[in-house]
């Protein structure tokens, strides 16, 4: 933030990110006793790669010492972001793992949180399984394939070709970048364990039932594993405990699990004068510990997190969290950022989350497709209120029924991987393809039967059509002013649509201008979107007037942005860069915030907020030119070269001083606000030279 406080320094909270996956020794020990109970082993590290189709490289005596090292997360893809191209095809990742024989008696699985697209996985030569899509998680059993007391060979062929098949279909929208580009992780288990082969869920639901400030009831479903020869009496105890630690509510069940079954066990729990759910006002999250035990003896423990909340959305006032009206706008985000692309660390995607909350937001569209599980972990403890995606977006493969069956698998991953978070409350099921009506509808119904407690939506660029009406809430990507049409005709379009379709729950689901930062001009005209010059200055004016039209209608349910920051786009050759979408309203390196960033920061941020704009058009020719700032100060003054140039007014949190005066060379701006008897302060400085005769 640019704002500096006179009297006393600002001071902000940082909040530390748990461990993604738990703990467990190497994957190399060689010694020691094993736990009971569920250990995780981090797989990260130790990894040879090779680009390309070669003979038989999962073959178990196959000499790969001559290939690359790599660590995950990893991408082949750092060629487009190195302008080198982009390479669509197959590639291999082989390493050992070492089983000890103290693992004898114990299962074991392998975890990968996301390879891109599809991904065969081969232990000792032989394969034990395949995976299509490359943004959910999937998890195989390797107990019968592993050798113990030997060191075994894990080999992964990855292809993020373009593939009919499998969703997306096609890079049209933003880059697919190929690899391990997430954690693996190697999971040992007792012979009966919670299961983690339920698309790779946690194996525990959790669904809220009636909730409220007295009372919620709360049903967990555990699906309990057993991988031995015979059948066992298995108790499964949930408890739920508050953020304090203490236990608010158990339940205790007895169960014969059979042998080689896996079978669910169903519980509800009632938690009296709950702590809700609400938002960035109040994150309360309380945590669900399933255990199961045999004979007094601990087999396996997962915990959750429990998030308690009722929503709804009305046509005539948008979201209502626990009753209370919410207004939901944010940002629509990207894996993605330069150097890496989408092999992001988990301090990556906290500092995106950071971002987010430091613009004000009250939510995120985690767009096209299944983020990181760390994202989901970050805004149910922030408050962030959460749309998730599955991948569909164009080009959509109608006709095909391969690929529909795909899209099912994905949505139906996203759902069960991500069901216990109470910060998700939409699930979207396409962004902008021409899907048919039944095709919707089967999605629609997929839901329906896969978590009938969330609401459904859609992100839309066509016409109305029937389609808009069979999810739970519709959302469109307006583009007035940067793709057709001019600034501001947002707001008229969606008067349009509000009393052609009273009863339709709508928002904007995008609205965005491209912006490069090194591209700088006073009063722009409307740019080519197709073209190489975005100015920063357009982005700015862009977003004022938008988001002037989108607060006066409090009737659309959200307003994301689109984007939180710039993205590569394989398919694109704008702006100053090729391969990007400069759409961000951060830089694609999260080192730059552009001007919007404090335009929305100063609407919906509670922390003070004072940020002269156009900093970076340093040069000036004109003598005369206008100063704007972005303040949610009560009071805001201008000085220029020491002198003062008296207050402006505010509309929208912007602050403007027409035609001020520059003087030949460097001139000081400086602008102080007053907020609550607190005064604060930003400056820059601009250069004036007089073009030559």
């Known amino acids: 933030m640019r704002t500096r406080r006179l009297k006393a320094g600002l001071v902000l909270a940082w909040a530390v990110c748990a461990a993604a996956a738990g703990a467990g020794r190497s994957a190399n020990a060689q010694e020691g006793v094993w736990r009971p109970g569920r250990q995780w082993v981090n797989l990260n590290e130790g990894w040879r790669f090779f680009q390309g189709d070669c003979a038989q490289p999962q073959r178990r005596e196959f000499d790969a010492s001559r290939w690359p090292s790599v660590n995950l997360p990893h991408t082949w893809n750092t060629d487009l972001l190195e302008h080198r191209g982009c390479y669509k095809g197959p590639a291999w990742y082989r390493r050992s793992l070492w089983i000890g024989p103290e693992l004898a008696r114990r299962r074991l699985f392998l975890r990968f949180e996301g390879a891109l697209m599809t991904a065969e996985v081969y232990v000792n030569g032989q394969e034990v399984g395949r995976h299509a899509g490359g943004y959910g998680a999937f998890a195989l059993e390797i107990t019968p394939q592993v050798r113990v007391g030997q060191e075994n060979v894990l080999a992964v062929r990855v292809n993020n070709a373009d593939n009919p098949d499998v969703a997306p279909a096609a890079e049209a929208l933003f880059t697919r970048y190929g690899g391990l580009y997430r954690p693996v992780w190697l999971l040992v288990t007792d012979l009966v364990c919670i299961t983690p082969l339920d698309c790779a869920s946690p194996g525990v639901y959790l669904r809220t039932g009636p909730v409220s400030r007295e009372r919620a009831e709360v049903a967990a479903l555990t699906k309990v594993s057993n991988g031995g020869e015979q059948a066992g009496s298995m108790v499964v105890r949930t408890t739920i405990i508050d953020a304090a630690g203490q236990p608010v509510a158990q339940a205790e069940s007895r169960r014969q699990i059979e042998a080689a079954q896996t ?70 985000r990207h894996q993605d950022w330069q150097d890496v692309g989408s092999a992001l660390s988990d301090a990556q995607h906290q500092q995106d989350v950071e971002l987010i909350l430091e613009l004000g937001a009250t939510g995120v569209r985690l767009a096209h497709y299944q983020q990181a599980e760390t994202m989901y972990r970050l805004c149910d403890q922030r408050g962030l209120i959460v749309w998730a995606e599955a991948p569909i977006v164009p080009p959509y493969s109608k006709g095909n029924a391969k690929y529909r069956e795909n899209c099912r698998q994905q949505l139906t991953e ?11 409350l939409f699930w979207g099921l396409y962004n902008e393809v021409d899907m048919p009506l039944e095709d919707v509808q089967a999605l629609q119904a997929l839901v329906r039967q896969e978590d009938p407690t969330r609401l459904t939506t859609a992100a839309t660029n066509l016409p109305f059509r029937p389609q808009d009406a069979v999810t739970d809430l519709a959302a469109w990507n307006r583009y007035d002013g940067w793709y057709y049409g001019r600034i501001g005709q947002v707001g008229p379009w969606a008067d349009t649509m509000r009393r052609e379709h009273p009863n339709l729950r709508f928002g904007v689901s995008e609205y965005g201008a491209e912006a490069c930062v090194a591209q700088q001009q006073q009063n722009p005209g409307q740019p080519d979107p197709l073209g190489h010059f975005f100015p920063e200055q357009y982005q700015a004016l862009f977003h004022e007037k938008s988001w002037a039209e989108l607060e006066r209608r409090p009737f659309l349910w959200c307003a994301f942005v689109w984007n ?12 100053d860069q090729p391969f990007m979408n400069h759409k961000g309203l951060v830089s694609w390196d999260r080192k730059v915030k552009k001007d919007a960033f404090y335009f929305y920061q100063a609407n919906w941020s509670g922390e003070p907020v004072l940020y ?18 972005y303040s949610n100060c009560e009071q805001v003054w201008l000085r220029i070269n020491g002198a003062d140039q008296g207050p402006a007014t505010s509309e929208n949190r912007v602050y403007v001083w027409p035609g001020a005066a520059l003087q030949e060379g460097k001139n000081l701006i400086e602008v102080r606000g ?18 030559a005769p």
Do not use: M
């Open 263 to 332: 079978q669910e066990v169903a519980q509800n729990l009632v938690i009296e004068q709950p702590r809700l759910w609400s938002g960035r006002r109040d994150p309360y999250l309380y945590t669900a510990r399933v255990a199961l035990e045999q004979d007094g003896q601990g087999l396996d423990v997962v915990e959750q997190p429990l998030g308690l909340r009722t929503f709804a959305v009305d046509p005539n006032r948008g979201l209502l969290l626990n009753g209370e009206l919410t207004r939901l706008c944010g940002v629509s």
């Open 414 to 424: 996203l759902i069960r991987q991500n069901a216990n978070h109470p910060s998700i």
């Open 564 to 575: 939180l920051g710039d993205f590569s786009w394989s398919a694109a050759d704008r702006g």
């Open 612 to 629: 002269i704009t156009s900093r970076r058009d340093v040069r000036r020719t004109e003598p005369q030119t206008d100063v704007k700032a």
């Open 674 to 691: 007053l907020r609550e008897g607190q005064w604060y302060e930003d400056r820059c400085e601009w250069v004036l030279t007089r073009p």
